[in-house]
T-cell receptor, first 119, second 111 residues
Framework: GAVVSQHPSRVICKSGTSVKIECRSL??????MFWYRQFPKQSLMLMAT?????????EQGVEKDKFLINHASLTLSTLTVTSAHPEDSSFYIC???????????????FGDGTRLSIL | QKEVEQNSGPLSVPEGAIASLNCTYS??????FFWYRQYSGKSPELIMS????GDKEDGRFTAQLNKASQYVSLLIRDSQPSDSATYLC???????????FGQGTELSVKP
């Protein structure tokens, strides 16, 4: 159980393009999803926390107009990188957590990640 | 600021040995603790969760928690080359449910 699906797995596109990444919880409802970015040889960096039906909470230094997050249902969150530039090239990973009513100690389950390359 | 500390390694052990990975955390109120394994170029994979003081065993993996010392560890028995990866210690932030990650320990198991 606790499978999180993330698509696409890899994107290569030109500078100025907007890219949408989808994150789905396949076998559980996820009231909260998280978006991370990871550069080579570095730790995971939390970008934002996405709550179903409300606005995402962005971490300090993350541009909310650049990284648009939508969490319209209990099983789907999307991250759109708007007007992407080469410095946005990175490994983007989502995670989802089962709701608290299914247990107090719920881990985050990660998608397979999206490798974004902006030319 | 809440912190989770791990030795970055690399930790190198011979095949068949026990690998011991350690983690300390700063928030005494933390309740949930997780170990994730991340292979190079892949996303993290949950391998152990622990919530109560003491040991929790799952196959070749044993997680140990000592809340008084604010210390979590992961033991891998009979280490295999396929265990070579970065191991991330994560602690639940009780405010908002975020995970606070350590910087990860790179483990290398030599055949």
């Amino acid at each position: 159980g606790a499978v999180v699906s993330q698509h696409p797995s890899r994107v290569i596109c030109k500078s100025g393009t907007s890219v949408k990444i989808e994150c789905r919880s396949l076998d559980f409802q996820a009231t909260t999803m998280f978006w991370y970015r990871q550069f080579p040889k570095q730790s995971l960096m939390l970008m934002a926390t996405s709550n179903e039906g409300s606005k995402a909470t962005y971490e300090q230094g993350v541009e909310k107009d650049k990284f648009l997050i939508n969490h319209a249902s209990l099983t789907l969150s999307t991250l759109t990188v708007t007007s992407a530039h080469p410095e946005d090239s990175s490994f983007y990973i989502c995670s989802a957590r089962p709701p608290p009513w299914e247990g107090v100690h719920q881990p985050q389950h990660f998608g397979d990640g999206t490798r974004l390359s902006i030319l | 600021q809440k912190e989770v500390e791990q030795n970055s390694g690399p930790l190198s052990v011979p095949e068949g040995a026990i690998a011991s990975l350690n983690c300390t955390y700063s928030d005494r109120g933390s309740q949930s603790f997780f170990w994730y394994r991340q292979y190079s170029g892949k996303s993290p994979e949950l391998i152990m969760s622990i919530y109560s003081n003491g040991d929790k065993e799952d196959g070749r993996f044993t997680a140990q928690l000592n809340k008084a010392s604010q210390y979590v560890s992961l033991l891998i028995r009979d280490s295999q080359p396929s265990d070579s990866a970065t191991y991330l210690c994560a602690v639940n932030d009780n405010q908002g449910g975020k995970l606070i990650f350590g910087q990860g320990t790179e483990l290398s198991v030599k055949p």
